[in-house]
Nanobody, 123 residues
Framework: QVQLVESGGGLVQAGGSLRLSCAAS????????MGWLRQAPGKEREFIAA????????YYADSVKGRFTMPTDNAKNTVYLQMNSLKPEDTAVYYC????????????????WGQGTQVAVSS
């Protein structure tokens, strides 16, 4: 089992950058596929990024591709969501999540969740 704690959300102007952190405890996150999902008010949850340590695969949704990346720090057992060129439509609560390495990288069904962190992008 793994526990996840996100941090780094806040308010930023359009075009700016933010980096979210997801610290994992309990087990090394290299045993899991790690993902980032977000939910904007009144909208369905959106699966936006993932990394699989078993296959080395990464996934980025079209809505964030080219703007967001998912760097990691193995020593700190932390994954990040680096968000550049932010847009007002990126405003949402962002969740870090983990699941087993079974399934393809685009599998959106996550088992373990962080508490979420709010990101607001002003125009």
């Amino acid at each position: 089992q793994v526990q996840l704690v996100e941090s780094g959300g806040g308010l930023v102007q359009a075009g700016g950058s933010l980096r979210l952190s997801c610290a994992a405890s309990g087990r090394s996150f290299t045993m899991y596929t790690m993902g980032w999902l977000r939910q904007a008010p009144g909208k369905e949850r959106e699966f936006i990024a993932a990394i699989s340590w078993i296959s080395g695969a990464t996934y980025y949704a079209d809505s964030v591709k080219g703007r967001f990346t998912m760097p990691t720090d193995n020593a700190k057992n932390t994954v990040y969501l680096q968000m550049n060129s932010l847009k007002p439509e990126d405003t949402a609560v962002y969740y870090c999540a983990a699941r087993s390495n079974i399934g393809v990288i685009t599998t959106p069904d996550y088992t373990y969740w962080g508490q979420g962190t709010q990101v607001a992008v002003s125009s």
